[in-house]
């Protein structure tokens, strides 16, 4: 029996708990909502476009050469977002086409997925592929592979679609986006590694990068830095400090190190009952956030899903778990409740900040994460 009580009172939040309690709200939503909105980081546009440069030249010249390029990255990251800006950014080799995915949310009838993958790309595994194909100069994107799978018993067409036409269509070259857990699934079902030969994954940023793109926040949200007084050295030296503690906490991640670097900011005493505009701030200790102590192993099952596609309607995560929409709806409002997911809209995600130690716990409890 649902235990409603202890939804609405003895569910302790983890935001409210927090350090981003000393921050006013309004200053919170102006900070996230920025960092949501930033461009994708430097070094992943260079990493990314300078990989696929070098697999679309050695698959021309080489005969032999596999026709695809894989990029992983952890589940939090957004990979669809790095991979779509990067592509549309990028200035390719003369007469190079490219078909983008169009769908950029997982199809609401995902019981067609294989037809509407056939369509959106209008290519056919029933064509007469043949090793005489000539390669043309098409590449083929599919920024989020996670949109083109479910983990369930019918969920996997769109995966099966996709390895037979790359495997017989070596004419195209394709360009996939996946999270490391969602690929280490597929491998266990699929063996997808036997496929699909390429893949890199998105390298992780330094804290002087993580400065580079995380600074200019504070600027773009008026909010100002307590410097107390100190020289252009001794500032240099805090900055670097703070974040290289920054980037080792979040293991390289962006998406996570944005989460706990607005957590670590906290207002003067005398700043609290002043204006937001131009507040001025302090760095305080960076620390990852404890797990709710009270997950069950149906919660477990839950996040391990939402990890493993990333954004999920309700719908969606029903035919994953295979249980009662009002039941995961119950565990939904449970879970917001602890900060552990967010939603946006009608899609659910992990995060960021709760990844580290999720993905420690639910390796210790026989689930894959990917690592």
Same mark, same amino acid.
């Given at each position: ?6 939804i609405f009172t003895n569910v302790t939040s983890q935001e409210e708990n927090k350090?981003?309690?000393?921050? @006013? ?107 005489n194909s000539p390669k043309l100069k098409q590449l083929i994107v599919i920024p ?7 983990r369930q018993i019918y969920g996997l067409d769109g995966i099966e679609y996709l ?39 998105? @390298? ?11 600074? @200019? ?51 003067? @005493? ?102």
């Amino acid at each position: 029996m649902f235990d409603l009580k202890n939804i609405f009172t003895n569910v302790t939040s983890q935001e409210e708990n927090k350090e981003n309690s000393e921050l @006013p709200p309004e200053i919170v939503s102006r900070l996230t909502r920025t960092i949501q909105n930033l461009p994708v980081a430097s070094e992943h546009t260079k990493a990314l476009q300078s990989s696929l440069e070098e697999a679309l030249t050695k698959w021309q010249q080489e005969e032999d050469s596999s026709n695809e390029l894989v990029i992983l990255s952890s589940p939090v990251e957004p990979l669809f977002k790095i991979i779509r800006e990067t592509v549309n950014n990028w200035q390719p080799p003369d007469e190079w086409q490219i078909k983008m995915l169009s769908f950029t949310t997982r199809p609401q009838k995902f019981f067609n997925i294989s037809q509407i993958l056939k369509s959106d790309l209008g290519l056919d595994v029933e064509a007469n592929y043949n090793e005489n194909s000539p390669k043309l100069k098409q590449l083929i994107v599919i920024p989020s592979l996670e949109l083109c799978f479910l983990r369930q018993i019918y969920g996997l067409d769109g995966i099966e679609y996709l390895r037979e036409l790359i495997f017989k269509d070596t004419s195209h070259f394709w360009l996939i986006g996946c999270n490391n857990l969602a690929w280490e699934y597929l491998d266990w079902v699929y063996k997808v590694t036997a496929y699909f030969e390429k893949s890199i994954t998105l @390298p992780p940023l330094e804290g002087s990068q993580m400065q580079q793109e995380l600074m @200019p926040v504070l600027a773009n949200t008026k909010i100002k830095l307590n410097w107390n007084g100190e020289s252009s050295e001794e500032r240099e030296k805090r900055l670097k400090n703070h974040f290289d503690r920054l980037a080792k906490t979040a293991d390289g991640s962006l998406a996570i190190a944005a989460e706990l670097w607005w957590r670590s900011l906290s207002p003067l @005493p005398e700043e609290k009952n002043n204006s937001v505009e131009n507040t001025v701030v302090k760095f305080d200790k960076i620390k990852l956030p404890e797990l709710p102590s009270n997950l069950t192993t149906e919660d477990r099952y839950l996040l391990f899903s939402l990890l493993l596609h990333q954004d999920m309607t309700l719908e969606h995560l029903t035919l994953s778990l295979g249980d009662l929409e009002s039941t995961i709806q119950f565990q939904l409002q449970k879970l917001l409740q602890t900060g552990i997911i967010k939603r946006e809209g009608w899609f659910f995600s992990i995060n960021p900040v709760h990844f580290p130690r999720l993905k420690s716990y639910l390796k210790h409890n026989n689930f894959i994460t990917g690592v």
